[in-house]
């Protein structure tokens, strides 16, 4: 009784424990778990290294400072063109709204030619659009200067969390395959069974990273496409942009070839400007949802559906971190009923007579 009430006390410590802990990590699980991702994708470059560095803090060091290398050298680089390009855009909308005494009547008259096209088919003369255009225009306005702020507002966040994410993943370097023992003792496991867990997790964050790579892969080709066909400037660099921002979740692509067809409104090929908004939301924007699922659960062994829902989900929960969150939880959720199954068949098996037992019954 004493080592059952033992047992039962020790339960309720490690709950209460383990919710604190997660209160305490709750603002960096998403930095955390972004380290985990890249401590699996890259534990091959940190394998070979520490297999020619002896020193473990050494290795975990070159294989962290490497990391930020790879992703950091490409990051500025990127963000330092993109600032160039936004500015010869920004410089050259100055200079042509300057002409029509500034941005609002300037929209409004590239408007008109539109207008004027739909009015042969529609009749519009009992609506009064220009104060509706200058509505929504103010409130664009309005909405990328919220958006600006915004993001001058979670610069600090940012560095703080990709803090947290490459010190995490210094420890996870050094120290991954003590952790990983150190948990698979501590599941309440078979060491088989702890092992199967562990490698469906891996597996399945190795899928999502190979689908979001080739869903950035063809996404950023078909809007650098289409941006070389309009005659807009730099498609191979945005092309990279959009491949980048199929990450965010929900808006993903449609900030570079919404942006894009705005440049397009702008320069008063409108044409060319709704084209390209087609193309973007009936090709471009439904290859995520057809190549992550088919990559994921080709790698991952999940179903369709189930991916479907769990990127879905994921992202809505957590964000973009979500993208690699959902399908791990799909996968510990099939990891753990399959176990289930093989437990409940294991006893319907001892509990089955044999039979030679049944024979000596009668």
Same mark, same amino acid.
């Given at each position: 009784?004493?080592?059952?009430?033992?047992?039962?006390?020790?339960?309720?410590?490690?709950?209460?424990?383990?919710?604190?802990?997660?209160?305490?990590?709750?603002?960096?699980?998403?930095? #955390?778990?972004? !380290?985990?991702?890249?401590?699996?994708?890259?534990?091959?470059?940190?394998?070979?290294? !520490?297999?020619?560095?002896?020193?473990?803090?050494?290795?975990?060091?070159? &294989?962290?400072?490497?990391?930020?290398?790879?992703?950091? $050298?490409?990051?500025?680089?990127?963000?330092?063109?993109?600032?160039?390009?936004?500015?010869?855009?920004?410089?050259?909308?100055?200079?042509?709204?300057?002409?029509?005494?500034?941005?609002?009547?300037?929209?409004?008259?590239?408007?008109?030619?539109?207008?004027?096209?739909?009015?042969?088919?529609?009749?519009?003369?009992?609506?009064?659009?220009?104060?509706?255009?200058?509505?929504?225009?103010?409130? /664009?306005?309005?909405?990328?200067?919220?958006?600006?702020?915004?993001?001058?507002?979670?610069?600090?966040?940012?560095?703080? &969390?990709?803090?947290?994410?490459?010190?995490?993943?210094?420890?996870?370097?050094?120290?991954?395959?003590? #952790?990983?023992?150190?948990?698979?003792?501590?599941?309440?496991?078979?060491?088989?069974? /702890?092992?199967?867990?562990?490698?469906?997790?891996?597996?399945? $964050?190795? /899928?999502?990273?190979?689908?979001?790579?080739?869903?950035?892969?063809?996404?950023?080709?078909?809007?650098?496409?289409?941006?070389?066909?309009?005659?807009?400037?730099?498609?191979?660099?945005?092309?990279?942009?959009?491949?980048?921002?199929?990450?965010?979740?929900?808006? =993903?692509?449609? $900030?570079?070839?919404?942006?894009?067809?705005?440049?397009?409104?702008?320069?008063?090929?409108?044409?060319?400007?709704?084209?390209?908004?087609?193309?973007?939301?009936?090709?471009?924007?439904?290859?995520? *949802?057809?190549?992550?699922?088919?990559?994921?659960?080709?790698?991952?062994?999940?179903?369709?559906?189930? $991916?479907?829902?769990?990127?879905?989900?994921?992202?809505?929960?957590?964000?973009?971190?979500?993208?690699?969150? =959902?399908?791990?939880?799909?996968?510990?959720?099939? *990891?753990?009923?399959?176990?289930? /199954?093989?437990?409940?068949?294991?006893?319907?098996?001892?509990?089955?007579?044999?039979?030679?037992?049944?024979?000596?019954?009668?």
């Amino acid at each position: 009784m004493r080592d059952h009430a033992s047992t039962w006390f020790l339960i309720v410590v490690a709950a209460v424990a383990l919710y604190l802990c997660y209160i305490i990590a709750k603002p960096f699980l998403n930095p #955390i778990f972004g !380290a985990l991702v890249l401590a699996i994708v890259f534990y091959p470059l940190n394998a070979r290294i !520490a297999s020619r560095v002896r020193r473990p803090s050494i290795a975990a060091s070159i &294989s962290t400072v490497l990391v930020i290398v790879v992703i950091a $050298i490409p990051a500025v680089f990127l963000g330092i063109t993109v600032t160039r390009e936004l500015r010869q855009q920004y410089d050259w909308l100055r200079h042509e709204t300057a002409a029509q005494g500034g941005l609002n009547p300037y929209l409004v008259h590239l408007l008109e030619a539109p207008l004027r096209f739909i009015g042969l088919y529609i009749d519009l003369s009992r609506f009064d659009l220009r104060p509706t255009l200058l509505e929504w225009v103010e409130r /664009a306005s309005g909405y990328l200067v919220a958006i600006g702020a915004n993001a001058v507002t979670n610069v600090f966040s940012f560095f703080l &969390s990709a803090a947290v994410a490459f010190f995490t993943l210094f420890f996870l370097f050094r120290d991954g395959r003590r #952790i990983q023992q150190r948990t698979a003792a501590i599941l309440p496991l078979g060491h088989e069974q /702890a092992r199967k867990l562990i490698a469906s997790v891996q597996q399945t $964050i190795l /899928a999502s990273v190979h689908g979001g790579i080739a869903v950035g892969l063809a996404q950023g080709s078909l809007t650098g496409l289409a941006f070389w066909v309009l005659g807009l400037s730099s498609p191979v660099l945005w092309g990279v942009v959009a491949g980048m921002a199929s990450l965010i979740p929900l808006v =993903g692509t449609g $900030i570079v070839w919404v942006a894009g067809a705005l440049v397009l409104l702008l320069q008063g090929h409108w044409v060319k400007a709704i084209l390209l908004v087609a193309w973007g939301s009936a090709v471009v924007a439904q290859v995520d *949802v057809l190549i992550r699922p088919y990559v994921v659960s080709g790698r991952a062994r999940i179903h369709n559906l189930l $991916i479907f829902f769990a990127l879905l989900g994921g992202m809505r929960a957590f964000g973009i971190m979500g993208i690699f969150i =959902g399908p791990v939880v799909i996968s510990i959720t099939m *990891v753990a009923l399959d176990m289930l /199954a093989d437990i409940n068949l294991l006893s319907q098996q001892m509990n089955q007579p044999r039979e030679g037992e049944i024979r000596d019954a009668k």
